[in-house]
């Protein structure tokens, strides 16, 4: 069944065919999140601005997020940009931002196509407002879409996004509308930008970097984490396949023990 969703687009005795033969359809991991790192490296490799190397990302985005709907991964979260990134210089936050405006603009066609349901997960509210703007008229365009949820983790920080929980509790127990003692781990759960979204089973970085950056803090605890030297903007589908082997061939117990 995978096969048949991929094969107008990978030839049969391709590298990326032996790969792809090699995944077990029914172990697909349901959550794949993914630090896109590297681009800035990419483009100084190339003499190149490093906004270059943001563009050419996009196009990993693209191949990423189709090879995800054609494997049957339910939810997507790519790390896009970070609360810690405003301390870069304006001119390549202000290149970013615009970036990401194009890519929402010309490819929401594409995500309705694919039925694709866009979310952010961040401080949406601290974006200037024709990028805030845009990117909340994409989430509700496609807020009825059935495939693949795409989940945007911008302006998004794991620590941010505990701060923000804590708040949210903190003025439900001052109203009086929860007690302390009633706190448990659910409950933290559905006061973070990821209520309703399952854990992540799979946590790739790119880059050869070997960290999670403030990255889903709270949601990784029992993530399988995959780090490759690939740079983002030449990762695709071949290296997205032996993540997922990599990811297949692992015995996850949760702090258990294995079955004996």
């Known amino acids: 069944m995978i096969w048949n969703s991929f094969e107008k687009i990978i030839e049969p005795d391709s590298p990326e065919a032996e790969m792809l033969a090699r995944i ?38 693209k191949e990423i997020t189709e090879t995800s709907v054609r494997l049957g991964v339910h939810y997507l979260t790519l790390y896009a940009f970070s609360v810690e990134n405003w301390k870069r210089p304006i001119t390549e936050v202000n290149e970013l931002m615009r970036l990401l405006r194009r890519y929402v603009r010309e490819d929401l066609p594409t995500l309705m196509k694919h039925k694709i349901r866009l979310k952010a997960l961040g401080r949406l509210h601290e974006l200037d407002y024709k990028t805030r703007t845009l990117v909340e008229k994409a989430i509700h365009h496609s807020r009825d879409n059935t495939g693949l949820q ?47 979204i399952p854990e992540p089973d799979l946590l790739i970085r790119t880059s050869g970097e070997y960290r999670i950056s403030n990255f889903l803090l709270w949601q990784t605890a029992y993530t399988e984490f995959y780090f490759t030297p690939v740079l983002w903007p030449d990762f695709r589908k071949i290296h997205y396949f032996e993540a997922i082997i990599d990811f297949q061939q692992r015995e996850r117990r949760y702090g258990g023990v294995k079955n004996v």
């Open 150 to 196: 795409l989940n945007i983790a911008l302006n998004y920080g794991g620590r941010t996004e505990l701060v923000d929980a804590m708040r949210a509790l903190g003025r439900l127990c001052t109203d009086g509308g929860l007690k302390p003692e009633d706190i448990d781990e659910s409950t933290i759960g559905r006061h973070l930008y990821t209520a309703g």
């Open 24 to 61: 077990d359809p029914q172990r697909i991991p349901r959550h794949v999140a993914v630090i896109m790192d590297g681009n800035g490296r990419w483009a100084a490799a190339r003499s190149l601005p490093r906004i270059e190397g943001h563009r050419a990302g996009a196009d990993s985005v």
